[in-house]
């Protein structure tokens, strides 16, 4: 069977509304997907492997949470 290489692929799309990650990030262990680093008081990271990161007096806190709730 034969395939057509006669263009290049069309550029990557991103679907999100979210701007470029500015000022300290981090990476998530189990995917490897980036994050902004989290601020203590601010609202959880949440990864979409499922864990949740925040920071918490100092120390950066790791939860799990199941996407389906289960």
Partial sequence: ???SH???S???RTYTPQDAIEGPTMTCSRCGRVHKYPRSGDPPVRCE???WY???DGTLREEFHSRLGV
């Fill in 1 to 3: 069977m034969a395939h």
């Fill in 6 to 8: 006669d263009k290049p």
């Fill in 10 to 12: 069309p550029p990557a």
């Fill in 49 to 51: 492997c499922g864990w």
């Fill in 54 to 56: 925040s920071t918490v």
